[in-house]
Each structure stands twice: as structure tokens, then as C-alpha cells.
């Protein structure tokens, strides 16, 4: 396993954290409960924690598929940015039923 974690240069993390799982970004800051955010405002927090991050998700899988040639690989993240794109769509929708909404009054 260890000779595994050097083949994927990731020797400093098997000796930081053994085989745990430890959570953190791309440029190695952990995670923490500040990154989960809420303004309290149903619309203000779907733009803003929602469809920004499914968008800076599919200019990631962008990024990696300009990245590689490998048409396997591409064919895969290819998947995933489409994933990213339809739930961006679908917040966006639910954005457009709040604020038709908004005003009025709630029946249940
Ligand atoms: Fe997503």
C-alpha cells in the first residue's frame, strides 16, 4: 500500500494521516464547517452555495478534460460536467418557482 500511495505522489498525506480519510480541497487545506454557508434567504442561498458551486464544478471537469487526451478519461468527465450542468439547471429552476412564489400566500 505504501509503495500504492508513492506511485500517486501521495507520500506526504500516508504520512500526515496514515490511510485515513482526511478531508481537503484540491490545494491541500482541510475542511472545515466554515465552507457550509446559509444567508437564511432561500434564493440568496441557492445562487450563492448552489448553482456557483455546481458551475465551478463543471469548469473544473472543463478544465480537466482539456487537460488530458485520453478519450476514456474525457468520455468519463465528459459525464460528470454534464451532471454538473443539469443540477446547475435544475437549482436555476427552482430559483424561478421561489420567486413566483414570493408574495404569496401559503396554503397547506
Ligand atoms: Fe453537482
Known sequence: MV????AVVLVSRYIAH???LFYENASGVPFTAAYIQAKG??????YE???????KARATYQWL???TDD????DSLKFLREREIIHSLRFCETV???KNGRGKKKVF
Not at 509503495?3 to 508513492?6: A, V
Not at 452555495?49 to 458551475?55: K, P, R, V
Open 3 to 6: 509503495e500504492d500511495l508513492k
Open 18 to 20: 496514515d490511510s485515513v
Open 41 to 46: 434567504d432561500t434564493i440568496a442561498d441557492l
Open 49 to 55: 452555495e448552489n448553482i456557483a458551486t455546481e458551475e
Open 65 to 67: 478534460i482539456d487537460m
Open 71 to 74: 478519450c476514456d478519461l474525457q
Open 96 to 98: 424561478e418557482i421561489l
